[in-house]
């Protein structure tokens, strides 16, 4: 799996929009990015993913840039129950591959 | 909505002791998976398993590990002699239908301490 490159932590107030970016300049035409994050004291959990288009789901959405070598993914709404550590992922194939992500801190 | 279920959600083993860890995959899912996180660092891939055989592994998974699926909906994770830095959470993960791209679905894990 590709390399992808995030800030360690982040902040934001709780009922603001959440910008999280994502470098991967590294990318190939068939990687897929994928995001998971994972909440305290429990396993990682699927929040997005996608290829070329911007997609949204119940969650999040998803922005890519147009060379792919960056993205963001959006939480429009955040609330305390979005504190975690986000993971950026670039998959071609079955098993993903974790790095270190983004901890994201909600300020109440 | 389907779950990833895992058993126990603690377990506590003495050096040198023979642990199994359980799962239950979600039911139509087709790949199977087991990663562990050690306290303070990052998720690990240990192995994949499709068709009744490992399709992955990471260098993590020595000869130590073994997986199987004994029936129609269990998963488990062996680790034959256990070592103190075996100490983690271990998660399971499944996906499905086929599709290389599918999410994969985690359970909340078990936390192994070995003594």
């Known amino acids: 799996d590709a390399k992808t490159t995030q800030p360690n932590s982040m902040e934001s107030n709780e009922e603001e929009p959440v910008h999280l970016p994502c470098n991967h300049s590294?990318?190939?035409?068939?990687?897929?990015i994928h995001w998971y994050r994972q909440l305290p004291s429990q396993g990682p959990e699927y929040v997005i993913h996608g290829l070329t288009s911007n997609v949204n789901n119940r969650m999040a959405s998803l922005a890519i840039a147009e060379d792919r070598k960056s993205s963001t993914l959006i939480l429009h709404r955040a609330t305390l129950r979005d504190a975690a550590v986000y993971y950026c992922i670039l998959r071609d194939g079955n098993k993903i591959i974790f790095g270190k992500g983004t901890r994201l801190h909600i300020l109440p | 909505e389907p779950e990833v279920t895992q058993t126990p959600s603690h377990q506590v083993t003495q050096m040198g002791q023979e642990v199994i860890l359980r799962c239950v995959p979600i039911?139509?899912?087709?790949?199977f998976y087991w990663y562990r996180q050690i306290l303070g660092q990052k998720v690990e891939f240990l192995v994949s398993?499709?068709?009744?055989?490992?399709?992955?592994k990471s260098e993590i998974f020595d000869d130590q590990f073994s997986v199987e699926r004994p029936d129609g909906s269990n998963f488990t994770l062996k680790i034959r002699s256990t070592k103190l830095e075996d100490s983690a959470m271990y998660f399971c993960?499944?996906?499905?239908?086929?599709?290389?791209?599918?999410?994969?679905?985690f359970g909340n894990g078990t936390r192994l301490t070995v003594t």
């Open positions: 590294t990318i190939s035409g068939t990687d897929y």
């Open positions: 993960a499944s996906n499905g239908a086929g599709t290389p791209n599918s999410p994969l679905h």
């Open positions: 039911s139509n899912h087709l790949y």
């Open positions: 398993f499709y068709n009744n055989e490992i399709s992955e």
